[in-house]
């Protein structure tokens, strides 16, 4: 599994809030959702984002409320992997939950800068920054978590793939 | 190798003699808790994965409190949708309005969490109920959906920082400025992926409605849960409000701590953390420049009655400065009749303000306190992010219900001490 987009970068503590504001929680739409991803902190984000754009930012990305709306604005936006220093930590199992990629890289999260060219390869975790001709190792995920996204998502994990 | 509280307690739900911090475990759960934003999205995925079964529906707790009374259409279709949910299953623990208060309030005041047991809920702020030495965490909406069907979840043991506490807070200061003040010390990262563990004997001076708002707020340190030794204080809290047995589970004296934070209360001030972060906290004495427009009390924070009695003692014969709009929340049905009985919902009427019925809705910007643009806030609420309480251009200033209270009636945030001589 391979992703590969533009990097569009934001700083540190980017909170769900500003992901996906409370005002557009009533609706679980996925599409309606990702029509404002990001809207309070880039109103530009949602003109510019084009499929397989990479996330980066700093530490504690997606702190705050529980919301799983927030990855999935994230997703439904297109964007096909998010780096970040760290991750809070409800939105970690949100993402692995709905199947967003996300990455803890703290040498990508600085290297990368906005518009950068971005490759990742998630067998082995190595990003590579096509603009700059840097790679960065990032770190693997835990083996259940692994079998957990390979099996489909947490619901595909526990209904053995098929319904109940 | 010694265990902390949390430790103990998610070895009892896995079936397992030990754990150790970083070890991935499958834990049984005794309460699961989604809202009337949450629930529908676990409703969704419930379905989609084509379960047709709960596994234990006393175990579940659908609240309707966000959006509650439904703001808007589409808000009155996530109840709704709630509520089929609910009789589908013959969900005894389905909070409507009339019924409910904001969910943190209600599920400590109706027994539903009990000391030992573990939880999760479609909610950040899940974290309350380790107040009653109770594990108990945030969780997204899918997390929800699986342990609806399975009656557990998947965890990774965290790490703890012990947090010993000695002496006694001062007059005006309340667990509110506590935990403001240590999210100030730790940083909004400080306990990420780790237990906040609360003991030491300055336990005995907190009373439970500080204690649940300490750990309401772990979160906003970044934790995966902050929870208490239980002591008296919470098997006198207890008492009446649970039939179920409990277990206590206190922290083995070898337990190791990534690390040990000694806060003597007595130093604490009362602490408002300034906008875009909690960790942003300054003594409240220094904002006296700082004019507001708005001023909530309420909250899973500080909606409690005795959040309630600390706003009244200041608004009791004095009004809130003109053209301030004070916006006050008992938190649940119960404490809501407490302030009628009290009188407290008077002295609020009197001094110039509202006082609605239980909603999380200005909190998170949702309903009932909006602000516009260049307007600023005094709020007893756990968040002020970027546009959390309306426009981006917004300022939300959290505060303890004493801060709140002084600060609407002079129009600057002030110490309660502004307003009167003690």
Redesign the interface.
């Known amino acids: 599994m391979n992703a590969h987009g533009t990097a569009i970068k934001y700083g540190d ?1 980017i ?1 769900t ?2 992901i996906i ?3 557009y ?4 739409s996925p599409s309606e959702l990702a029509s404002h991803c990001m809207e ?2 880039d109103k530009s984000f949602v003109g510019r984002v084009q499929s397989g754009d990479i996330l980066v930012a700093g ?2 990305f997606g ?7 927030a ?2 604005a994230i997703k439904a936006s297109g964007i096909s992997c998010v780096i970040a220093k ?1 991750f ?3 939105f970690y ?2 993402a692995i ?2 199947g967003l990629a996300i990455l803890e890289c703290e040498k990508a999260s600085d290297g990368i800068a906005e518009g950068d060219d971005v490759s990742i390869d998630f067998d082995t975790g190595i990003i590579t920054n096509n603009t700059k001709n840097e790679s960065y190792q990032a770190q693997p995920f ?1 083996d ?1 978590i692994k079998q957990m996204i390979a099996s489909g ?4 994990s ?2 053995g793939g ?3 | 190798m010694g265990m902390t509280m949390t430790q103990k307690i998610l070895a009892a739900h896995a079936g397992l003699p030990s754990v150790a911090a970083g070890q991935l475990i499958k834990a049984k759960l005794d309460l699961v808790l989604g809202n009337d934003i949450t629930a529908p999205v676990a409703i969704n995925e419930f379905e989609k994965a084509g379960f047709q079964t709960v596994t234990d529906g006393a175990r579940i707790t659908l609240v309707m409190d966000h959006f509650a009374p439904n703001k808007d259409i589409k808000a009155a279709e996530g109840c709704k949708k709630c509520r089929g949910f609910a009789k589908r299953f013959g969900l005894e623990h389905f909070y409507d309005v009339g019924e409910m208060g904001i969910e943190h309030a209600l599920i400590p005041e109706k027994g539903l969490i009990a000391p030992g047991e573990a939880a999760i809920g479609a909610d950040s702020h899940t974290c309350t109920y380790g107040a009653l030495g109770a594990f108990s965490t945030g969780v997204g909406s899918t997390d929800m959906a699986a342990a609806m069907a399975t009656g557990e979840t998947w965890f990774k043991v965290p790490a703890a920082i012990k947090v010993n506490l000695t002496g006694k807070m001062g007059r005006w200061v309340s667990g509110k400025d506590v935990i403001l003040h240590l999210i100030g010390l730790l940083g909004v990262d400080g306990a990420l992926y780790q237990s906040l563990e609360f003991s030491g004997e300055g336990l005995q001076n907190l009373a439970m409605s500080d204690r649940l708002t300490i750990a309401n707020m772990a979160i906003e340190a970044g934790a995966k849960n902050g929870i208490f030794a239980v002591d008296d204080t919470t098997r006198a809290y207890m008492a009446g409000r649970c039939d179920r047995d409990w277990t206590v589970y206190e922290a083995d004296a070898d337990a190791e701590y990534a690390s040990v934070i000694d806060l003597d209360l007595a130093t604490v001030p009362c602490t408002v953390a300034w906008p875009h972060l909690p960790e942003n906290t300054h003594p409240a004495t220094e904002g006296g420049d700082i004019e507001i427009d708005q001023v909530v009390i309420g909250s899973c924070t500080n909606g409690n009655i005795e959040d309630m009695a600390a706003a009244a003692e200041l608004l009791k014969g004095r009004h809130i400065k003109k053209g301030l709009r004070g916006i006050v929340i008992p938190a649940t049905p119960k404490i809501y009749m407490e302030c009628i009985e009290r009188g407290y919902t008077r002295i609020f009427l009197e001094a110039g303000c509202i006082v609605s019925t239980p909603t999380c809705g200005p909190c998170l910007g949702g309903h009932t306190g909006i602000l516009a643009a260049g307007e600023r806030a005094v709020s007893t609420t756990n968040r002020n992010f970027v546009g959390r309480m309306g426009h981006v251009e917004s300022e939300v200033y959290l505060a303890s219900p004493a801060v709140a209270a002084a600060s609407a009636i002079t129009g600057h945030i002030s110490h309660p001490q502004e307003v009167v001589n003690i």
Do not use: K, W
């Open positions: 503590h909170d809030d500003v504001p409370a005002r929680l009533a609706t679980q309070d902190i530490v504690n702190c705050g409320s529980s919301r799983e709306h990855p999935i760290s809070a930590r409800i199992r949100n939950n709905i835990p259940f998502g947490l619901m595909a526990i209904t098929g319904a109940q």
